[in-house]
């Protein structure tokens, strides 16, 4: 009968091991081999859990990725638990940026800016908080994935920052996340950005956005691209924000039928252990990866490969 390893750091404690057994003796090949290795040490004891270390070890190994650059981004990965952020939205850039042979610098730059979204919502929220005389909270992932995503799909820091500003006192993070992501689906389909904003404003302070409202952005958009024109489009949201009128009332007002709201990924509700970060409705992610270039990893050792993907 085949002996299960119960312990769950068996296989990183494998791969660390086999990293010292790829061919190359030189100086510097042995110091790129050591660089993942300390990187692996690291993330362990920062909580980065093996079977992340094992996927993403595996990934570059696959793709040829440098070892220099693996320890980059094993280094972002640990900087995002230590600070307690969900480390899904960042795989999720390395896999794309290695899948799209991105170069290794490009990846990080945008692994860079990711980190620094997330220490901005957080902090941000944090400081409003504490500016209506609260303690400042543990915000829990999901919403803290969906507001600081939302800089990665239109919204700017000064904006979400202004949403902060206008929402209950102190912010009640649901409404605040839909907000969000409404706004920046307006703008990714070419909304006028301040009537983007204002309806963005007015359905915070009129508690207009809840999970059964999460269609309010789709009837939007998908009326703009009928031809009505943002400003009407703005007054009929807005009057239908401040006397709490139903979404059934505003698509027909603006002439959108249930024929034209097309599936598509819902938002408003947020799962306890959301799986990945999705775009808001109607909205893309910006191309931060770019679209390929030459190959990562053209020279120097390739990172170990770790026993597996993720289970």
Known sequence: MERRHKNPNLCVLLVLASLFFFPGNDPFAQSMRGDVAEAIKDAQSAGVGSTT?????????????????MAGFIRALTEAQREGFPLEPFTNKIEEGVAKRVPSPLI???????????RFTKSTIQETFEKHG??????????????????????????????LE????????PPLAMAAETMASLKQNQFDPAMAQQIAI???????????????????????????SDLTVTTAALETFQRK??????????GVTSGDLTPGPAFGDVPSQPSESQPPV???RGNDMGG???GVGQSGGRAAPGGGGRR
């Open 245 to 254: 009128g139903t979404l059934e009332g505003l698509a027909s007002r603006l």
């Open 282 to 284: 109607g909205a893309q």
């Open 292 to 294: 390929g270039g030459p």
């Open 108 to 118: 990080q730059t945008v692994l860079a800016k990711k980190l620094e979204d997330y």
């Open 134 to 163: 609260e303690k400042s909270p543990v915000i829990p992932h999901g919403y803290l994935l969906r507001l600081s995503e939302s800089l990665s799909c239109g919204l700017s820091r000064e904006e979400l920052r202004t949403l």
């Open 166 to 173: 206008h929402a209950s006192s102190p912010p009640v993070l």
């Open 202 to 228: 007015v359905g915070l302070k009129h508690n207009y956005f809840t999970p059964e409202r999460r269609d309010t952005a789709r009837i939007i958009i998908v009326a703009k691209k009928k031809g009505i």
């Open 53 to 69: 270390l094992n996927h993403l070890l595996t990934l570059g190994y696959q793709n040829e990725v440098e070892s220099k650059a």
